[in-house]
T-cell receptor
């Protein structure tokens, strides 16, 4: 089944404790991205990647890192999480650039930073 | 800069009523793409439609229809004979072609649709 998977789905952590949210897609998509969703703000892009070893900042990259060592994986790293990073996070992928193809979204990761 | 405005934060209607969700966008690009996504209470994002800027034909899919008007920069979504299962948050989103870069979707803030039985 074609899908985007994220792990964990739920995470409660404390300020400053490094964490990684994994994202994997099995559709051989080139384009992957991360969004965060906050009440009243909709979804905002954090980082995106057009292909392996190619990543770039989105609208709200502060406090986040990403890597794209393999085509299928695009982990989101929070080196020192803070409470303002409490949010619902979505990973997405598409065959090509976001505009040309439907973006497939993962199920979301709900992160709480205490 | 791109912008998507969904002015209706929340809409509540009674089942079987028709309801229209408004979406107004701003972009300087001539090639762009418009999307609607549904987010049910379970939280996942469900793709509903994609429309490119050169295709102004309205689209109908069952009880759903979309009205794209470049003259008013709007891409409105209508649900006919609404059902309780339509209750969700609906997002309108915008993306543009390669001339504008490789960024992802610009989302509106969403409209929370409540269908009362």
């Amino acid at each position: 089944e074609a899908q985007v998977t994220q792990n964990p789905r739920y995470l409660i952590t404390v300020t400053g404790k490094k964490l990684t949210v994994t994202c994997s897609q099995n559709m051989n998509h080139e384009y992957m991205s991360w969004y965060r969703q906050d009440p009243g703000l909709g979804l905002r892009q954090i980082y995106y990647s057009m292909n392996v070893e190619v990543t770039d900042k989105g609208d709200v990259p502060e406090g986040y890192k990403v890597s794209r060592k393999e085509k299928r994986n695009f982990p989101l790293i929070l080196e020192s999480p803070s409470p303002n990073q409490t949010s619902l996070y979505f990973c997405a992928s598409s065959l090509q650039l976001a505009g040309f193809d439907e973006q497939f979204f993962g199920p979301g990761t709900r992160l709480t930073v205490l | 800069a791109q912008k998507v405005t969904q002015a209706q934060t929340e809409i509540s209607v009674v089942e079987k009523e028709d309801v229209t969700l408004d979406c107004v966008y701003e972009t300087r690009d001539t090639t762009y793409y418009l999307f609607w996504y549904k987010q049910p209470p379970s939280g996942e994002l469900v793709f509903l439609i994609r429309r490119n800027s050169f295709d102004e034909q309205n689209e109908i899919s069952g009880r759903y229809s979309w009205n794209f008007q470049k003259s008013t920069s709007s891409f409105n979504f209508t649900i006919t004979a609404s059902q309780v299962v339509d209750s969700a948050v609906y997002f309108c989103a915008l993306s543009w072609g390669p001339g504008g870069g490789a960024d992802g979707l610009t989302f509106g803030k969403g409209t929370h649709l409540i269908i009362q039985p």
